[in-house]
């Protein structure tokens, strides 16, 4: 059957087909949607983790148990799970194991650009790259067998735009593989140094036996790697290059090495008319069949997002390539960049001339975080930030967040910092760090904070759901990835069980009240947790009951003096039109913050 498939979905389908049992993650974009379309396969055994270094340790227990597993994150999330998948590289596998991992080239919803290749290959593990909604199934499949055959962890590496753009595929029947029996080994899974000693030749051949493979092209009927000649293998005068020229007459003989999304680019703008070496296994990389391509052609071009992998590979072989020294390391390719690059000319169809508004992204209408970001910029207090939808407060009209590395980081951040200037930073200085993210990895941060007694404020803002990535239920939301009951871990109980004595909960819609425990907790000679508790406003359902908002507000104009004070909260349902606030009905939620802010008693409850 075919069907138009979003990569991540096909890649769940592929994962699936091939007799996937347990899958476990955590959520980040652009990964999130491929373990949402795997639980909908009841027969597989799906959830999300607290974080991904044990969504990690959970698939490679499943894996020894003798079924096929799998485990995704985005890129960032890739540096948490590290620490096991290292050496899961060293142990191998009794049953198939796919690491899926999404990069985000362009960070259109990341805090960096980091290139996935380089942990394949410090780690040694093979990676394979989808370029299109098919390649993403036929490679899932293609993962599981590479697995138990080569006794390894299999890394597939998706991107923003092939993990979010549609293609079409064919599915196929779910084709379930005996489970592998367990057998105690400890020469291969016990990773003491002797033990360890021993596996570290067995990791060398195994990598040497899969460049062997890149180099034969084709592992069970799917294309690892493949060579696609140009159409006239003579006549190239349809495309211009700039590029020096190998001899003096005719137009040097161009060959492009390129993999996942700039496969389709180069293909798109050449067409048949120059020669393509396609990598779809880009770790380990193949050596016979690159020195075999470029042998074929007078120059070769690597064209490949964010670092040079490929190409320094090519330049190691001793082999001259164009690259890096004319396409950017940063953000995406596009068809019309390699154009440009190429020397050849934009149709007036594929232009971008006109300028695009800008439109960032902004806390919803309603927002839980938005009054209590407001009551931190008022009281002008330092912010250590952390990851989340809750990191659109440190923008404008707000500015409300100093700072943001990683998940976690603000109560580590705000410990050191504390520590580095005492008393003079202990009373202005908090950290926020969103329900999901401190289970995430706040929770150690915290129990650093109680160690070593650092007079300390963090505030943990509970919105009943992990926000940014869309929905995804957590361990304090007492409910699974299914959505069904289960169990719920109680923050104010957990942060009193870790040794913070100071537990407060607000309502960050009560401006005033948030405000008081604020000042009384920076004002406090101990360290202290404040719970920002209200339902992210999109939610349909708390707790299994129905999400009930008051009434949209509206604007009183005879009352309004055009102050803009109800502006300074940031909110997109309030504009200003003729000197006047006005509230979008469609958008308010009637959570009431910015009726604090007017003096005047204008805005009102819709009748």
């Not at 990569?7 to 491929?34: D, I, Q």
């Not at 140009?230 to 006549?235: C, P, Q, V, Y």
């Amino acid at each position: 059957m075919k069907e138009l498939m979003l990569g991540n979905k096909a890649l769940a389908r592929g994962l699936y087909e091939a007799g996937l049992s347990v899958a476990s993650s955590y959520p980040g974009t652009p990964s999130t949607e491929v373990t949402e379309e795997i639980a909908r396969f009841r027969d597989v055994y799906s959830e999300w983790a607290p974080n991904e270094k044990v969504a990690m340790e959970v698939a490679y227990g499943a894996c020894l148990a003798g079924k096929r597993s799998m485990c995704a994150m985005k890129h960032v999330g890739m540096n948490v799970a590290a620490d096991p998948m290292y050496t899961a590289s060293y142990t191998g596998v009794n049953a198939g194991m796919v690491i899926v991992v999404a990069d985000d080239p362009g960070m259109h919803s990341s805090q960096n650009e980091q290139d996935s290749r380089h942990h394949a290959i410090a780690s040694k593990l093979p990676m394979l790259e989808a370029s299109d909604s098919e390649e993403a199934l036929s490679f899932a499949k293609t993962a599981y067998a590479l697995s138990e055959e080569y006794d390894t962890p299999v890394i597939l590496r998706m991107c923003t735009r092939i993990a979010h753009s549609q293609s079409v595929v064919e599915t196929g029947e779910r084709v379930c593989p005996p489970q592998k029996e367990y057998r105690k080994d400890p020469k291969k899974y016990l990773m003491t140094p002797a033990n360890a000693i021993g596996r570290h030749p067995v990791v060398e051949e195994r990598t040497r036996k899969l460049v062997e493979l890149g180099n034969q092209c084709v592992y069970q009927g799917v294309w690892l790697n493949r060579i696609e000649w140009a159409k006239d293998r003579e006549s190239l005068e349809d495309v211009i290059l700039n590029a020096p020229k190998t001899q003096e007459e005719g137009i040097a003989r161009i060959g492009i090495i390129c993999d996942s999304t700039c496969y389709q680019y180069v293909k798109e703008v050449y067409g048949d008319d120059v020669d393509v070496l396609k990598i779809g296994l880009v770790n380990p990389l193949p050596t016979t069949l690159i020195r075999s391509f470029a042998d074929s052609v007078d120059e070769v071009w690597v064209v490949e997002e964010l670092d040079p992998v490929i190409e320094n590979h090519c330049r190691q072989m001793g082999i001259e390539v164009h690259g890096k020294d004319l396409l950017p390391l940063e953000s995406e390719y596009s068809q019309n960049l390699l154009r440009e690059i190429m020397g050849m000319d934009v149709p007036e169809s594929r232009k971008l001339d006109d300028e695009i508004p800008p439109r960032p992204p902004v806390m919803c209408a309603g927002c839980p975080h938005r009054g209590l970001f407001y009551t931190l910029h008022r009281m002008n207090v330092r912010v250590m930030g952390d990851i989340g939808c809750y990191t659109l407060g440190g923008a404008p009209p707000l500015f409300a967040m100093d700072n943001n590395l990683c998940m976690g980081a603000s109560v580590s951040m705000l410990h050191g910092f504390n520590k580095a200037l005492g008393r003079q930073s202990e009373s202005g200085t908090v950290a926020v760090i969103g329900d999901s993210t401190f289970l995430h990895s706040g929770m150690t941060s915290l129990a650093d904070i109680a160690y070593n007694q650092s007079n300390s404020t963090v505030i943990i803002l509970d919105n009943s759901i992990t926000g940014m990535t869309g929905h995804q239920q957590n361990p304090a939301t007492g409910y699974d990835i299914h959505g069904d009951p289960c169990g719920k871990i109680d923050l104010e109980s957990l942060v009193r069980s870790m040794g913070i004595e100071r537990v407060r909960v607000v309502d960050p819609y009560d401006l005033t009240r948030c405000g008081e425990v604020l000042k009384e907790e920076l004002a406090a000679e101990s360290a202290s947790v404040i719970i920002s508790r209200r339902p992210c406003a999109l939610l349909k359902t708390v707790g299994g009951e129905k999400v009930v908002h008051n009434k949209p507000l509206v604007n009183d104009p005879k009352k309004c003096v055009g102050c803009r004070s109800c502006m300074r909260i940031g909110c997109p349902a309030i504009s200003m039109k003729d000197g006047k606030a006005v509230i979008d009905g469609t958008q308010c939620i009637g959570c009431g913050v910015c009726r604090q802010l007017c003096s005047f008693d204008a805005l009102v409850e819709s009748p």
